[in-house]
């Protein structure tokens, strides 16, 4: 109010040149500092949303975000995402034994149902893979839909399999690893779990968590073909003498090494055919001998080389 009332004297004066001047140093000063604090309330309000806004984009294109949940959408919404992969569901479903709402939730939390989905760690597709999970249950294109959601399903049907049907200790293992999830003890993850719970719970309309799983139809690992088998008593003497045949092959190696370290004269040999034969230097064979100038060999003289 004061300020308006000090902009209409200002005008008046200079519009009628009879009034007395008003100097406006004054004034300006006090208009300049009350513009000033205005444009800094307005800075502090619009803050705020402009940082917010930011840090949204930010995060929208982060390679973090790409593999992002979507668990607070409605039934609705998920089951309209999950559409595009009904065929894909249902047939790992009925392939490894787990429930088609199980599956859809934990895409919904890993990926929400986005084909291309990447984590940080180099987890790939719906069911977010990592590149370990992926080899062992012989996931080649991670992005592929069919190769992802079987390979997500194979895993995690061999998890409930593992856990005896504890549904909550598996979905923790499938997202901490198996080695980090114990059977009796707590499960650390399990912010993670209760939100593929909550995800389940929408696509399955509240019910009970009474056959997510049938064992019949769990994944299997390949057994290893290393079993154990009797040998006749042909094939354990052949054994033996293979066994004594490298057990005498090495004792000739090892005199060999003997040989090498001494030397007989032959006949007609000098320090320097000895040196040729063996490789010694000269001074070595003379030093190690104690021989004497003009340092003749004798026949049959042994000789130290090393």
């Known amino acids: 109010m004061h300020v308006k009332l000090l902009i209409t004297k200002t005008r008046a004066v200079q519009q009628n040149p009879k009034l007395p001047k008003i100097q406006p140093k004054r004034w300006t000063r006090f208009l300049v500092t009350e513009q000033s604090v205005i444009m800094h309330k307005l800075i502090i309000k619009l803050a705020g949303p402009v940082l917010a806004i930011a840090v949204s984009i930010v995060f929208l294109y982060s390679p973090a975000a790409s593999a992002a949940g979507c668990q607070v959408l409605s039934k609705?919404?998920?089951?309209?995402?999950?559409s595009r992969y009904d065929k894909t569901i249902r047939s790992a479903s009925s392939r490894y034994g787990v429930h088609e709402d199980l599956i859809k939730a934990v895409i919904t939390v890993e990926s929400c149902f986005r084909s291309t989905a990447r984590g940080t760690s180099g987890e790939k597709g719906l069911m977010q893979l990592m590149p370990g999970t992926a080899r062992r249950f012989s996931v080649k294109r991670g992005y592929n839909s069919w190769e992802n959601v079987h390979?997500?399903?194979?895993?995690?049907?061999?998890?409930?399999?593992?856990?005896?049907?504890?549904?909550q200790r598996a979905i923790a293992a499938y997202n901490a690893g198996e080695g980090n999830v114990k059977p009796g003890r707590s499960i650390r993850n399990i912010g993670y779990v209760r939100k593929v719970m909550k995800a389940y719970n929408k696509l399955s309309n509240g019910k009970k968590l009474t056959r997510v799983h049938n064992p019949e139809k769990a994944y299997k690992p390949a057994k290893q073909t290393g079993q154990k088998r009797t040998l006749t008593k042909q094939q354990k003497t052949l054994i033996n003498k293979q066994l004594n045949h490298h057990k005498k092959a090495s004792q000739s190696t090892q005199r060999k090494h003997v040989a090498q370290n001494n030397f007989h004269v032959r006949k007609g040999y000098t320090v320097y055919e000895v040196m040729r034969q063996t490789g010694v230097p000269v001074k070595q064979i003379i030093s190690l001998n104690g021989l004497k100038a003009p340092y003749h060999l004798k026949t049959g003289q042994r000789l130290r080389l090393r």
Do not use: I, Q, V
């Open 151 to 167: 390979g997500g399903t194979k895993y995690l049907s061999y998890l409930l399999k593992r856990y005896n049907g504890d549904t």
């Open 76 to 82: 609705h919404s998920l089951e309209k995402k999950a």
